[in-house]
């Protein structure tokens, strides 16, 4: 998931933050737009653990971000104090990527410790300053990550000792290296976190290594999570699901009464409505429009707890399709709960032994919400493909998903994002 953050040069001031030395005054610098993306980090058991917040720039009208602790510092500033920590949080840490510039600046200072996790660039020269600077971060609280580990490069080693958590890109590593390599940091009492893992063997052989946390999409991806089976396996989900769409009461009694342990699902889903939208009118919070829910919450990794991580993708990106489409059509109730249908289902895949292309074929969706899911077009998939490129914070899509939708201004998308991620997190939170 990511935010996209709207800067103007009259609002760049940022305290204890030395800003360029060029002669052109700040005032006269064209506007810039930044992003923030979330990236969702598990643990032993694939519970929620954190969130990775990863900046980035985008180039709009043709700007670019030429000094890194000024753009950097900008965004924490106006995404932390002004947009709200906690909302894009919930109850979860947050890691956030910083060069040797911004950890040396007293910016990471307005930042909460007890929710924020300071993850230090591979890139950055190990100096003695630098680790005086993260020694005393620590005494204020903090917690500290590297970030991208590679292997056991002896430079690193003063590093390694003073942080408290080492992230391992088991991409780039060789199997006989990444033993090696885990063994040596497991030795220097560092925690370990697994990052750009896409598999679930990757993850099968981290958690025999040692490794407490993990960071990839690999959660969401077809045949990745290991379903709490229904005791009828994949068909009684597919049923499900075909039930609940068609919103026929009689069935979904029927299902109800046959796999008793809907029955929590339902109360709890009910009890995070009501927790997220107290205040809505009943038609719009009624039970049928929020049930294609339900399967993410009783389809999760064997041991994982309430919320699993493929259940706060799926509501985010519900919810997000949802608050677009009343942006572009205010006064369309019907295409608002159908960008809201379009979102949850784009993970369904996820759940099912089978292609989207065949689990949406034998759904009763309207044509603009197939149209979406399976190809991107019309209205609907252009909203799609703006929250997916927003997950990714793949600039070159984003760009490309944002000109699909004139409508949608820079500062609007931002702050539908996090009322989507606000919303999200009550979701998860009242389970």
């Excluded at 910083?98 to 100096?127: F, G």
């Excluded at 490794?211 to 597919?238: H, M």
């Excluded at 994982?304 to 205010?330: Q, Y």
């Excluded at 979102?343 to 149209?371: H, Q, W």
Aim: hydrophobic letters at 45%.
């Amino acid at each position: 998931m990511t935010l996209l953050v709207t800067t103007f040069p009259d609002c760049m001031s940022v305290p204890g933050v030395q800003t360029r030395s060029d002669t052109q005054p700040l005032r006269d610098a064209p506007a810039r737009e930044l992003f923030l993306g979330r990236q969702p980090i598990l643990d032993r058991k694939q519970n929620l653990a954190a969130f990775e917040l990863l900046f980035r720039a985008g180039h709009f009208n043709g700007a670019k971000i030429e000094d890194d602790l000024f753009a950097s510092a900008t965004v924490i500033n106006h995404a932390f104090t002004e947009l709200g920590l906690e909302q894009v949080l919930g109850k979860h840490q947050g890691f956030i990527n910083l060069s040797a510039s911004l950890l040396m600046s007293d910016v990471i200072e307005l930042l909460p410790p007890n929710k924020i996790v300071l993850e230090i660039l591979e890139t950055v020269k190990v100096t003695s300053a630098l680790i005086a600077r993260c020694r005393e971060l620590k005494a204020a609280g903090y917690t500290l990550a590297l970030d991208d580990f590679r292997g056991y490069e002896r430079e690193f080693t003063p590093l390694v000792q003073v942080v408290d958590i080492v992230k391992v890109d088991v991409q780039d590593l060789p199997a006989h290296q990444l033993e090696l390599t885990t063994h040596r940091l497991q030795q220097l009492g560092v925690r370990l976190l697994a990052e750009k893992v896409d598999s679930r063997s990757q993850v099968d052989r981290c958690l025999e290594l040692g490794y407490e946390l993990f960071q990839g999409y690999y959660f969401a991806k077809p045949s990745i999570i290991t379903a709490r089976r229904l005791s009828g396996s994949e068909s009684a989900l597919a049923r499900l699901l075909d039930v609940l769409l068609a919103e026929r009461s009689s069935d979904i009694d029927a299902v109800l009464s046959q796999y008793p342990q809907l029955e929590d699902a339902l109360l709890r889903l009910a009890r995070a409505i009501e927790t997220a939208e107290p205040f809505a009118a009943p038609a719009v919070r009624r039970p049928q429009r929020w049930l294609p829910l339900l399967i993410y919450m009783v389809s999760s990794a064997p041991e994982a707890e309430f919320p699993s991580p493929l259940l706060i993708l799926a509501a985010t990106r519900g919810k997000l399709m949802e608050l677009l489409a009343r942006a572009i059509r205010t006064e369309d109730r019907g295409f608002q709960e159908r960008a809201f249908l379009t979102g949850t289902l784009s993970l369904v895949n996820a759940l099912l032994p089978a292609r989207l292309t065949e689990i949406v074929s034998t759904l009763p969706v309207a044509d603009d919400v197939r149209s979406a899911l399976l190809t991107r077009q019309g209205e609907l998939g252009a909203l799609l493909a703006l929250v997916q490129a927003l997950e990714t914070a793949e600039l070159s899509a984003i760009e490309l998903a944002l000109s699909r939708v004139p409508a949608l201004d820079h500062s609007l998308v931002i702050n539908l994002q996090v009322e989507a991620m606000r919303w999200a997190n009550l979701i998860g939170e009242s389970g």
